[in-house]
């Protein structure tokens, strides 16, 4: 009996074998020395045994085979180092790996522990090219046992971070102690099953960093990261989609999380997402009920109490600027809340508070019933109304303190604050003081002011008696705003993030429009400059008259087009619909546009290339973001290097988006009758045939970059060349191998020609022809974020010489490549 299974075993073996072309097995009865390796079929990975960085220790390991720069993934005896090349990695008779020192057989350093019936079947451990260690029953193929289940500190893509709550193991990455040495640290990273599930970053167990909980999405980009929670398992993995991409996502010693991907060419580890970073990040950093805003520098402390509540500690808090005391209820009789006239206040686009104390009511409930439901509890302090995957509304509600709020622009969410009736009728009562009617103030003038004075003298006797009564902040920031509010109350309360001016506000901000001011003529209206009473500057757009639209039209745009935040695109701050022309507010650049630099002979040599390259993938995120990542799905069909602004640091930001969705209601429809764009950046079918889509984005895209890199225009080419474009120039090049002559010469020092030929590349690919041949905005990040190989361009639209221009005479091609007008054309009707 035991013969026959022993025969069938070893044949089986033989076949493996006879199969197998490099060596990714171990088998009962061989060995690993130290000095052999284990290399996984595809060769992605290999395990051996290493010694890390300056460590003379021996320590058995798994890394990158492919990769230049030794990656260790996984180590086995992290805590228990061999001393000296003595190692000797197999499998033992109860069938478990096991990892001895030759001079002691009998203890072993590291085992994998499990129990194995072994006189049944017999047992192989493999490394597959996933990065994973398997041991397995040959016969049965049941996994025994797998390094994916016992993480170091990385997390390789396919790996689960998590636990099964069936079999009670939960998997998670420990950092190292130090480069040297693999042993386990003191910072992990875990999902919380409390609550709604969290990932945190551990420190012991002290929580240093927090994740968004489950089910939202914390990022789709590169990598598919998806968040799974049901009755048997509690887990976060991810998949990459490009194979070519090396990426992963590791605990450094520091206790950084880290996402790595490997640029072949350089030779190096490049991080393109790590936390914590900003002061906000860091867990509770302004106490409980507190909030955090990480755009602190605009205002002189991060930390802010959420409404209805006010610092525990005012000198702690305003002096010290201290807020680990966190903050509590203005009034602590509870008898003002609950069932006494108490409400909710909107505290928009938040990373929500911890959701440890907080419980899903239902994945499918409407916002009102969510709130009655919150109501309905005394203890609860909070809910929020979530979109889940853009398919059902949850209702999450919070019990007790509120943890970790941060303001969060892009990927926050709104979340209602219970407040008192006294909160809610403080507030009331600003607005309602705000609302009198200008004839009703005009009849009180009189006897306001000698009010005045009266008041201004009491107030100021009281004032000198009693101590300067610190004020929460988030009261002081409503009052700001009420100074510039008109009569759009139930607008702005729902909408704190987004501020209705004056015009009297924006007349003295801008001087009245003088001229002086002006900064610019956009596609859209004129656009001034100004500075608000509290010193903020400002860029001032007045549209043109002939939006088409009602005001409440403008109104739900404008409020919809506030929502849209990130880095790369400017921030609006407000809007005024006072008077004849609808105006915007946007932050003030002091950079200017990118076209002031790229076409100045003298300010070009201030962008060398890897200022040029981080504006290039700024822009590119920009446009993915308003194309995918946002909740509005915006193309914005007037893009060019005079739209994209610089801030102080030189970061690109995308003006001007969304514009097109407030001139024209259609944005539904794939054709215009109506042409928004500038010569030279409209992609062929947008020009000719009205058409567009997010590919027509692209298209400009690719044009700016090749005019980043040539500093030249791409209209500006037909009296000295034989080519009506650069593009066309660029083209003729390209296919001559000689596209590094029209590389700007002030950039050619400071760049390698195989990055910026790469990047030349991309951008001849977005500017081809044919639509389908334009890669999507997501794969031009990836593509300028990554190594993998670019496909071959064909010839790019508007590449034609002079003469066929001349001979295709229905184009009248005088006005059409002619022209070097950068303004943008917002009349031409094509039929
Ligand atoms: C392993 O070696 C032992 C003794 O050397 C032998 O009895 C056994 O059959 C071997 N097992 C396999 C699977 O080759
Ligand atoms: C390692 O081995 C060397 C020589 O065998 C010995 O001198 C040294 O003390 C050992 N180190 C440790 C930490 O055991
Ligand atoms: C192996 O596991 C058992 C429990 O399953 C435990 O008691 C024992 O300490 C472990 N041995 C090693 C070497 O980890
Ligand atoms: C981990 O924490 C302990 C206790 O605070 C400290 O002694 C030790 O040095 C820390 N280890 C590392 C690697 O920082
Ligand atoms: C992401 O991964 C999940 C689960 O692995 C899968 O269902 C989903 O289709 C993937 N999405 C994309 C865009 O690849
Ligand atoms: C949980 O596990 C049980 C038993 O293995 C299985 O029947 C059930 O379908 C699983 N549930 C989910 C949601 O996967
Ligand atoms: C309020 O909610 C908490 C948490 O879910 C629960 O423990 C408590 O019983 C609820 N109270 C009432 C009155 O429903």
Not at 74 to 84: E, H, L, S, T
Not at 590 to 607: A, G, Q, V
Not at 640 to 655: G, R, V
Not at 675 to 689: C, L
């Amino acid at each position: 009996m035991d013969f026959r299974k022993l025969f069938l075993c070893s044949s089986l073996l033989v076949l493996h074998f006879a199969f197998s072309s490099s060596k990714d097995t171990i088998t009962m009865n061989q060995t690993i020395h130290d000095g052999d390796f284990l290399i996984s079929r595809e060769n992605n990975f290999a395990l051996g045994f290493f010694s890390p960085g300056s460590s003379s220790f021996r320590y058995l390991g798994i890394w990158y085979h492919k990769v230049g720069e030794q990656t260790v993934v996984w180590v086995a005896n992290r805590d228990n180092p061999i001393n000296g090349s003595s190692g000797v990695l197999s499998i033992d008779q109860y069938g478990n790996l096991v990892l001895r020192s030759y001079h002691s057989q009998k203890v072993p350093v590291w085992s994998t522990n499990v129990s194995v019936e072994v006189a049944d079947t017999c047992v192989i451990a493999q490394l597959l090219d996933t990065g994973n260690l398997v041991l397995f029953h040959d016969r049965s193929k049941s996994t025994v046992w797998e390094s994916f289940d016992h993480p170091t500190d990385t997390i390789l893509p396919g790996m689960k971070l998590g636990l099964n709550q069936r079999t009670g193991m939960n998997r998670f990455p420990i950092c190292w102690k130090s480069a040297d040495d693999p042993g386990t640290g003191n910072f992990s990273l875990r999902i919380n099953p409390k609550g709604s599930p969290q990932v945190f970053i551990y420190w012991g167990i002290k929580y240093i960093w927090r994740g968004f909980p489950w089910p939202l999405k914390s990022y789709t980009d590169i990598s598919n990261v998806s968040f799974v929670n049901n009755q048997n398992e509690t887990y976060m993995t991810y998949s990459v989609s490009d194979a070519s991409v090396i990426l992963r996502v590791m605990l450094d010693y520091s206790g950084l999380v880290k996402n790595l991907i490997w640029h072949e060419k350089d030779g190096k580890w490049n991080e393109f997402w790590s936390v914590p970073k900003s002061p906000c990040d860091a867990y509770g950093r302004c106490g409980t009920n507190g909030i955090c805003d990480p755009h602190f520098f605009i205002r002189r402390f991060e930390c802010d109490c959420l409404p209805g509540y006010e610092p525990k500690s005012s000198r702690e808090w305003n002096i010290l600027k201290d807020a680990s005391g966190g903050c509590v209820r203005k009034r602590l009789e509870s008898t003002s809340l609950c069932g006494h006239g108490d409400g909710f206040m909107k505290v928009a686009n938040v990373k929500v508070p911890d959701t440890s104390a907080a419980v899903w009511v239902s994945t499918n409930m409407s916002p009102r019933d969510c709130e009655k439901n919150c109501m309905r509890n005394c203890s609860c302090s909070a809910y929020a109304s979530i979109d889940i995957a853009g398919k059902e509304t949850g209702c999450l509600t919070w019990y007790g303190k509120l943890m970790d709020t941060v303001h969060n622009g892009e990927e926050g969410y709104d979340i209602y604050v219970r407040v008192d009736a006294v909160e809610l009728a403080e507030i009331a009562e600003k607005w309602n003081g705000f609302l009198k009617r200008k004839d009703m103030l005009a009849i009180l003038v009189v006897s306001v002011v000698s009010a005045w004075f009266v008041i201004i003298l009491f107030t100021y006797l009281w004032l000198k008696k009693k101590k300067k009564r610190v004020r929460n902040r988030w009261n002081k920031r409503w009052l700001d705003t009420i100074g510039t509010v008109e009569n759009q109350v139930e607008g702005s309360m729902s909408h704190p993030e987004i501020a209705f001016f004056n015009l009297s506000t924006i007349l003295a901000a801008t001087n009245s429009f003088s001229p002086a001011n002006k900064l610019g003529q956009g596609g859209f209206g004129v656009v001034y400059k100004g500075k608000l009473s509290n010193g903020k500057e400002v860029a001032v757009k007045r549209l043109s008259k002939d939006s088409g639209q009602g005001i409440d039209e403008f109104k739900n745009e404008v409020l919809l087009i506030a929502k849209l935040q990130h880095q790369n695109l400017v921030k609006l701050l407000g809007c005024c619909i006072q008077g004849e022309e609808p105006m915007l507010v946007y932050e003030y650049m002091p950079n200017k546009s990118l076209d002031s630099f790229l076409f100045n002979e003298t300010r070009r040599s201030i962008l060398d290339w890897r200022k040029r390259f981080d504006i290039i993938v700024g822009i590119a995120r920009g446009i993915l973001y308003i194309h995918q990542d946002s909740r509005l799905k915006i193309i914005h069909r007037d893009l060019k290097t005079s739209n994209i602004l610089l801030d102080e640091e030189m970061n690109p930001k995308i003006s001007d988006f969304g514009l097109a969705r407030i001139f024209k209601g259609d944005q539904t429809h794939e054709k215009t009758n109506r042409i928004v764009g500038t010569f030279g950046y409209m992609s062929p079918e947008y020009v000719v045939f009205g058409k567009f889509s997010t590919k027509s984005d692209v298209f400009s895209f690719g044009i700016i970059l090749l005019e980043i890199i040539t500093g030249k225009r791409n209209n500006s080419f037909y009296q000295e060349d034989f080519y009506p474009s650069m593009i066309g120039k660029i083209w003729h090049l390209w296919r001559e191998e000689r596209a590094w002559e029209m590389v700007d010469s002030s950039l050619k020092h400071s760049c390698s020609p195989d990055e910026v030929l790469r990047c030349i590349q991309i951008g001849l690919l977005c500017v081809q022809e044919d639509i389908m041949e334009r890669p999507t905005m997501s794969a031009v990040v990836l593509m300028l974020n990554s190594e993998i190989s670019l496909p071959s361009p064909k010839q790019p639209a508007f590449t034609f010489r002079k003469s066929s221009i001349i001979s295709s005479s229905s184009l009248e091609p005088k006005e059409r490549f002619c022209s070097v007008d950068e303004e943008t054309i917002t009349e031409v009707v094509c039929r």
